[in-house]
């Protein structure tokens, strides 16, 4: 299985608008790659998940692989500004992995072809109290 | 020259595409229940007065409980379309999962495990018509 999230996280850590949005957890932001987040992380926080769907594809002398991955953005409902918030950092992670340039993302035993990114949709929480956003990436990977 | 139009087999391979769309959809429909009630799951056991019921592990599709998800999910075949859907409250949060809850994907593995077949599905009615 080629597991993008790590990768997905690492360059996500780089998008420094999106970074500033985000709180800190431990010694990094808290962007988790694994649910149920942590109990102390605080909002607004990031999960980069596997979606379902994709498939397999022939290239010519190798296989490709269509592989969806969702990044959620969550934040407390508290203050209107909370939701321009999370819609401004959906869309700065849309913006960035779009047509982005796949060199700059970590890659062992498999080759990203290239990466678009949806538009930010609102996504489902655990309560009225949070309010989320996702973006769907989807990755053309040669291996 | 002139060119003649046969306006019966226009038409029949227009409801023969419409058949395997019917077709493609019961598919992709009977995938979500067998991926309901026909696989296992591994979650946490309850207990509910005399019935056990084993919820789905994270990752899993969902476990059927009380019937209402799988009531509520319904296809539907418009012209040349199919449609599967989840009409229930807590569809989205189950299929893409929340912060403190990993997704039981299963519409969306259902289309992904029929993927492949649906192409055949669809152009077998058609190419029926074309064989006559």
């Not at chain 2, 309850?46 to 899993?60: F, T």
Request: hydrophobic share 35%; with cysteine; glycine share 4%.
């Amino acid at each position: 299985m080629i597991d993008l999230s790590v990768s997905i996280r690492k360059y996500l850590l780089t998008i420094t608008g999106f970074t500033d949005i985000i709180s800190d957890y431990n010694t990094s932001k808290a962007i988790f790659n694994f649910r149920p987040v942590p109990e102390d992380a605080q909002y607004p926080m990031s999960v980069v998940q596997p979606a379902s769907g994709g498939g397999d594809n022939d290239f010519l002398n190798c296989f490709k692989r269509s592989i969806p991955y969702h990044v959620f953005v969550y934040n407390k409902n508290s203050e209107p500004y909370d939701l321009i918030k999370i819609d401004e950092a959906a869309n700065l992670v849309a913006r960035s992995f779009h047509r982005m340039d796949v060199t700059k993302l970590e890659q062992s035993g498999f080759k990203i072809v290239s990466v678009t990114a949806s538009n930010p949709f609102p996504a489902p929480a655990d309560d009225n109290e949070t309010v989320a956003r996702a973006i769907t990436l989807n990755f053309e990977v040669k291996y | 020259m002139a060119v003649k139009w046969n306006t019966n087999l226009v038409n029949s391979i227009h409801s023969a595409a419409q058949d395997g769309i019917v077709d493609a959809t019961d598919a992709v429909y009977e995938e979500t229940l067998r991926l309901v009630l026909n696989t296992p799951k591994s979650g946490r056991i309850y207990k509910r007065g005399n019935r056990v019921h084993q919820a789905s592990a994270p990752n899993e599709s969902f476990a059927n409980d009380t019937g209402n998800a799988l009531r509520n999910t319904k296809k539907k075949e418009m012209k040349l379309v199919g449609e599967i859907s989840a009409d229930y409250e807590y569809a989205l949060a189950l299929e893409l999962g929340t912060q403190k809850m990993a997704p039981r994907p299963t519409l969306g593995r259902a289309l992904e495990n029929k993927t492949k077949e649906l192409p055949k599905i669809v152009s077998k009615p058609i190419q029926e018509i074309l064989k006559r």
